[in-house]
């Protein structure tokens, strides 16, 4: 299965983006993270012209187009693909994230307490670089429900992350919080003078233009883009 791109007024199949963003899932197995890479690939034909799904892969990743503040981004939301399950997630995957869904499954109380690891994986893999990161419960507004909304938003807190439930059965609750994570790590990326960006030619251009001159070439197929070099 596999979204195609369709040409619009605002984005041509020769649209190049302002800028890419890597955003990772996180989770135990079968919380929901395919589900959703299911979802967003899924309304690819929604009357939302500042979103578009470009690309789509089951349990591996899906590219959006979306508009932000007139800026053209290139999103790669990446699934961990199954890995989780024998907790064999490589630093690989990790590499040149900007954004984490930190993910449970509001009936699987399990799920929820394992948050706490898979926190503790991301700090060290990523060696506490400053990353934008949501806790997301995922709801089906089912009777079974095992953790309540208070629980999670105290645990947002002791985290100090967002917390936001996500119900797959609405379309615009996916993408509206793909849009609070793009906000969050665009006023993040601001405020750090020392953020490096790691250009591909031709594909995208630098969020600041004055540190053009500090970017690199780095491997296309991981397209790291932001770099604390503090």
């Known amino acids: 299965m596999s979204c195609r791109y369709t040409p619009n007024a605002n984005m041509s199949t020769s649209t190049r983006f302002d800028y ?24 690819q034909d929604a009357k939302d012209m500042s979103y578009r799904c470009l690309n789509y892969r089951p349990n591996s990743h899906v590219e959006l187009a979306m508009w932000k503040n007139g800026k053209r981004v290139l999103v790669r939301i990446v699934d961990t693909g199954g890995q989780e399950r024998f907790r064999s997630i ?3 995957f ?18 929820f307490r394992h948050v706490y690891t898979w926190h503790a994986d991301l700090e060290t893999y990523t060696n506490k670089h400053p990353m934008s ?17 208070e629980q999670a938003e105290r645990l947002a807190t002791q985290l100090e992350m967002q917390f936001h439930e996500l119900f797959l059965n609405k379309k615009s609750n996916a993408v509206d919080i793909i849009h609070a ?13 020392s953020l490096t960006i790691d250009l591909i030619p031709q594909q995208i251009r630098p969020l600041f233009a004055d540190q053009a001159r500090r970017s690199t070439i780095l491997d296309q197929s991981e397209k790291k883009i932001f770099q604390c070099s503090c």
């Open 90 to 92: 490589t630093a690989s």
């Open 133 to 149: 990161t949501f806790l997301v419960g995922v709801n089906t507004q089912s009777q079974s429900k095992e953790v309540t909304t």
């Open 20 to 43: 890419t963003i890597k955003i990772i899932l996180l989770g135990d197995h079968s919380v929901g993270k395919s589900s959703l890479l299911t979802h967003l690939a899924g309304i």
């Open 181 to 193: 994570m793009l906000d969050k790590i665009i006023i993040h990326a601001s405020r750090l003078p």
């Open 94 to 111: 990790y590499r040149g994230t900007q954004g984490c869904l930190l993910m449970f499954d509001a009936e699987k109380i399990d799920s």
